[in-house]
């Protein structure tokens, strides 16, 4: 199964793709058009979200924050049906509490200035499985959650 080039340097893309399709990788076969299509039009905000979480200035808490002001525009209707209940998890938890000052705050700044740490943790945590579920979708999953026989 190797495959050479004629000047007889490996092409790498080759040998990885060989027999691959996008069907095979991930739960994209399994899953309806509507579910593949619904993956597709989120899975920009959440790249961007997951890339605020990582690189972003800040403690967990504020890096949150701007992943938060990215995805909170998405409705629950654009995900697919099953990881659902996981965005508007993510969406109450960052609004868990109310400004007292709506005028000068609003409720994702006063739930960020409120929470600890480990709160942050957890929903930055979501947000990032989320994001892994929608690469499962696309035909896409990320090493650490391929299933074994993947």
């Known amino acids: ?11 790498i893309q080759a040998l990885f793709y060989e027999g691959m399709t996008m069907d095979n990788y991930g739960n994209r076969a399994n899953m309806n ?9 989120v899975v920009e905000k959440l790249y961007l979200a ?20 990215t995805l909170i525009f998405l409705r ?15 969406k109450t938890q960052a609004t868990k509490y ?6 000068y705050e609003g409720d994702i ?14 929903i930055a945590k979501r947000i990032f499985r989320l994001y892994s579920d929608i690469q499962d979708i696309r035909g896409f999953p990320l090493l650490e959650y391929r299933h074994p026989e993947d």
Request: with cysteine.
């Open 109 to 122: 700044d006063a739930t960020m200035r409120q929470i600890k740490n480990s709160t942050g943790e957890k």
């Open 1 to 11: 199964m190797e495959k050479v080039l004629g000047d007889g340097i490996f092409n």
């Open 76 to 90: 629950e209707e654009s995900f697919p049906e099953h990881l659902r209940e996981d965005f508007v998890w993510i």
């Open 33 to 41: 058009v509507k579910a593949k299509s619904q993956a597709e039009s």
């Open 98 to 103: 109310k400004s007292e000052n709506p005028k």
């Open 50 to 69: 997951v890339e605020h979480l990582c690189t972003g200035k800040g403690d967990v808490r504020n890096r949150l924050k701007g992943a938060i002001l």
